[in-house]
């Protein structure tokens, strides 16, 4: 990198010589030999020599600029994925502390935390519902979790599509889990186009863009119900969670989630956390009364905490 620096640097000192000297010859022609027309020796070949110099120099000049721009930018952005390296390392440690056996990712929710102001969606939400299935399909101790998420709000500022972040595991192909994207009009279902964007995220945390196909002004009403299905995701043996990130707004008014389980097995207990990059530990909100809950676990709050995620955690009876 120093290399070129010196090569824009030499560029520039040496066509900028050749183009002083050649303008010092050009005027020193035009004073000594004043009968001499003006514009000849202007489009003479010495002075179009001198034109290129002066060309190169001023390109020289801003490729040296541009370089000192770019060199700026790479070492802030080094200094932010430093930043970013010792969050992690930290935020592994921390696992240690974490319920679940250590199974809630915290270096995902960092990026969850990191990424979710980039994809903030203009749209006050009333309610917001994740409700997750353990289907019947699945392999050994593991089931397919379906999931359905519905939004109700309304449009704060023009908006044209609607995203979402969501984190899988490393063994899941984002391609398949099929997600697919609907909207409620006049009691009836407009599918909408659902794909997941292309843009370098860590493998482990995709971006979702539900395109609405015509922008919405703001006071629009908003009825999505976006679904798609994890294959061999939550555990029916042992214990599990599955989790709702709350980064999808600015405010969000309700939140609902909810497990249903369509396997033959009985729930030994569930419990409710919420956690936020910062927080030493997830905070645990409630111990589910079990003894009301036969297939289905769910919990509601109004005014949930923002740029937080919350838990739903389960232990299956033996």
């Known amino acids: 990198m120093e290399n070129r620096l010196y090569l824009y640097n030499l560029g520039i000192k040496t066509f900028g010589g050749f183009a002083t000297l050649g303008g010092v010859i050009q005027a020193l022609q035009l004073f000594t030999q004043p009968d001499l027309d003006i514009k000849s020796i202007l489009l003479s070949f010495p002075a179009w020599v001198v034109y290129i110099f002066v060309c190169l120099t001023i390109i020289f000049a801003m490729l040296r600029e541009r370089y000192k721009s770019m060199s700026q930018r790479v070492e802030v952005l080094n200094v932010k994925l430093n930043e970013q390296d010792a969050m992690i390392r930290s935020l592994q440690e921390m696992m240690k502390i974490v319920p679940f056996k250590g199974r809630f990712f915290l270096t995902t929710e960092y990026l969850y935390n990191e990424l979710g102001e980039y994809i903030q969606n203009n749209i006050d939400i009333d309610s917001i519902e994740i409700k997750n299935t353990i289907e019947k399909r699945g392999m050994g101790n593991k089931r397919d979790s379906f999931v359905r998420l519905n939004i109700r ?53 995709k971006q979702v863009v539900v395109s609405y196909g015509k922008v919405k002004s703001p006071g629009s009403i908003v009825d999505l119900m976006i679904e798609w299905c994890w294959p061999n995701m939550l555990n029916i043996t042992d214990c599990d969670y599955t989790t709702l990130p709350n980064f999808l707004a600015g405010t969000v008014k309700h939140l609902k989630m909810s497990l249903e389980c369509k396997e033959d097995i009985g729930f030994k207990s569930a419990s409710i956390y919420k956690y936020k990059v910062g927080m030493d530990k997830a905070q645990l909100i409630l111990d589910v009364d079990m003894s009301e809950i036969t297939d289905t676990i769910s919990y509601e709050e109004d005014n949930p905490l923002m740029n937080s995620t919350y838990i739903l955690y389960y232990e299956v009876a033996r």
């Open 153 to 205: 709000g309304v449009v704060s500022h023009k908006i044209s599509t609607f995203q979402l972040l969501v984190a899988g595991d490393t063994i899941v192909n984002f391609e398949d889990i099929n997600i697919q994207a609907f909207e409620r009009v006049g009691g009836k279902q407009k599918k909408l186009c659902a794909r997941i964007a292309d843009n370098g995220q860590d493998s482990l945390l």
